[in-house]
Antibody, heavy 121, light 106 residues
Framework: EVQLVESGGGLVQPGGSLRLSCAAS????????MNWVRQAPGKGLEWVAN????????NYVDSVKGRLTISRDNTKNSLYLQMTSLRAEDTAVYYC??????????????WGQGTRVTVSS | DIQMTQSPSTLSASVGDRVTITCRAS??????LAWYQQMSGKAPKVLIY???ILETGVPSRFSGSGSGTEFTLTISSLQPDDFATYYC?????????FGQGTKVEI
């Protein structure tokens, strides 16, 4: 069974930093694209970033480029999101999501339960 | 960026009703479209991918159709577990984009 468990969320001041982690199990982590998707309070889903199997390709939504960095460690079956220069509009639940069965960067097949990030002074 | 527009934003329905949700893309995405269901306070779950292929384990009352710029999600007979918010997502181009969501309520 695919399991994704996010951690690292919390309250941070504007301009601050945070590192989110996602621990994966139940599948061969190194074989799949991985994604971060966020959801602001009471709002819809927003795709944030994804990374390919060996970490050589990364894609971001424009609003986070230069501030949020996706990475992975296949030896630890873990996905990360390094967040810097945080803004109030980054406040959201952040979901880790595995790519689909094909191994390509298509849809999000399985999701974690999310970790909440609040940016406020 | 490709804009995804869902309609309606809210849908009031009853158990047993046939429900249809529409998703329009601002440019052609072929059939690179997924539908997700999100129960209140929970993570999303994929229902359909490539516009019309039912994900394993998803009840057959869910179906998807469309290609190009116009897509639909249909629930043939609404069940109590189906009251949720539904999102479409295109994965034709970056950045991946979602529709704003359709809340199906009683």
């Amino acid at each position: 069974e695919v399991q994704l468990v996010e951690s690292g969320g919390g309250l941070v001041q504007p301009g601050g930093s945070l590192r989110l982690s996602c621990a994966a199990s139940g599948f061969t982590f190194s074989s799949y694209w991985m994604n971060w998707v966020r959801q602001a309070p009471g709002k819809g889903l927003e795709w944030v970033a994804n990374i390919n199997q060996d970490g050589s390709e990364k894609n971001y939504v424009d609003s986070v480029k230069g501030r949020l960095t996706i990475s992975r460690d296949n030896t630890k079956n873990s996905l990360y999101l390094q967040m810097t220069s945080l803004r109030a509009e980054d406040t959201a639940v952040y979901y880790c999501a595995r790519g689909d069965h094909s191994g390509y960067d298509h849809y999000c097949y399985s999701w974690g339960q999310g970790t909440r990030v609040t940016v406020s002074s | 960026d490709i804009q995804m527009t869902q309609s309606p934003s809210t849908l009031s329905a009853s158990v047993g009703d046939r429900v249809t949700i529409t998703c329009r893309a601002s440019q052609s995405i072929d059939n690179w479209l997924a539908w997700y269901q999100q129960m209140s306070g929970k993570a999303p779950k994929v229902l359909i991918y490539k516009a019309s292929i039912l994900e394993t384990g998803v009840p057959s009352r869910f179906s998807g159709s469309g290609s190009g710029t116009e897509f639909t999600l249909t629930i043939s007979s609404l069940q109590p577990d189906d009251f949720a918010t539904y999102y479409c997502q295109q994965y034709s181009r970056y950045p991946r984009t979602f529709g704003q969501g359709t809340k199906v309520e009683i």
